[in-house]
């Protein structure tokens, strides 16, 4: 009962925001992201009936406190399902840096929750899958049915899980990330997203706004797809900066990227700036355009890396295990 899977993490483009049930991590709205490759997360778990105790390993280092709850929300979800009480062991590492804004909580989520379901002889599709990675991570949900994805809200499994969108966009499209490394805190942001007075009027645009990017990605209109990615960034961070506890995650580095992509489009280049709860910044263009646009970002004092679109969550051979 031992099972290896890798995930790639998710940009949001229509990003979720707030949870009306956060022990099921179901969320107000639904929401619309994209993978984001080579980075990864790979994880190996192992079902072990002499264990006298789960452990969970990060990195190298040990997850207790309220990273290892999250995960026994997921662990103990397959529990149920496959009808087991076996311990768990659980070893992740991930490709690129984590809590800065990059979803690496999604990529983690989204291959552990891959992982347990075929460690534990679950026979589940992607969108079943979904549902277990929630419980650990909202975001996590599109992380497993890769490449550009839609999260339903709902308030049961039936209802809340993610589905791929199709479009073809996927061949064209390249991140380029500028690393500004903030620790930033997502789970509590999210805790007092309702009591924003920006909230309501977030909510009353958001079904709108999933309407509007499911019709760009079906017609591949980049500018449209990605225009529409970046007022969202901006949207999100009224409702985050305005909570009780005024969370502002963007850095003086992160001004300058967002002015440096604005001064590529007044020179014609297809580029679009965006951001989840944190302060690094993805910087949407085209395979033409992308040398151009990672030589601005760098020049922002920033490191850079450049990423393609992400596919699904995947199990992987025995010998690319952990342990």
């Not at 690393?179 to 924003?196: F, G, Q, R």
């Not at 305005?242 to 590529?264: E, H, N, Q, S």
Request: glycine residues 8%; hydrophobic residues 40%; proline residues 4%.
């Amino acid at each position: 009962m031992k099972a290896t899977a890798r995930a790639h993490p998710i940009q949001g483009l229509v990003k979720y925001h707030g949870m009306r049930d956060p022990e099921l991590r179901l969320p107000y709205h639904d929401s619309i992201s994209v993978c984001t490759a080579p980075s990864h997360t790979k994880t190996t778990v192992e079902f072990e009936p002499d264990g006298s105790e789960d452990v969970y390993v990060l990195d190298g280092d040990r997850v207790d406190g309220r990273g290892a709850e999250r995960i026994d929300a997921v662990v103990d979800h397959v529990r149920d399902l496959a009808g087991v009480d076996h311990a768990v062991r659980l070893e992740s590492e991930n490709s690129f840096p984590s809590n800065v804004g990059f979803g690496s909580s999604s990529s983690g989520f989204a291959a552990a929750a891959m992982a347990l379901a075929e460690a534990a002889g679950l026979d589940a599709t992607r969108p079943d899958v979904s549902t277990i990675a929630r419980r650990g991570s909202s975001s996590a949900a599109r992380a497993v049915t890769g490449a550009f994805s839609h999260l339903r809200t709902g308030l049961n499994d039936y209802d809340c899980r993610s589905e791929r969108v199709e479009t073809d966009l996927e061949d064209d499209l390249r991140v380029v990330t500028g690393l500004v490394p903030a620790y930033k805190e997502t789970e509590e942001a999210h805790k007092e997203a309702a009591e924003s007075h920006m909230f309501d009027a977030r909510m009353a645009h958001i079904h709108g706004q999933i309407a509007e990017m499911r019709d760009a990605l079906r017609d591949a209109d980049f500018d449209r797809t990605f225009e529409l990615a970046e007022h969202d960034s901006l949207s999100l961070a009224a409702t985050t900066m305005t909570g009780p506890a005024g969370w502002v995650y963007w850095r003086p580095r992160t001004l300058a990227i967002f002015d440096a992509v604005r001064g590529l489009r007044e020179e014609g280049v297809p580029a679009y700036f965006s951001t989840d709860t944190g302060a690094s910044v993805y910087v949407n263009t085209t395979a033409d355009h992308v040398d151009e646009v990672e030589t601005a970002v760098a020049d922002c004092d920033v490191e850079t890396a450049v990423w393609e679109v992400g596919g699904p969550a995947e199990i992987l051979p025995e010998s690319d295990a952990l342990f």
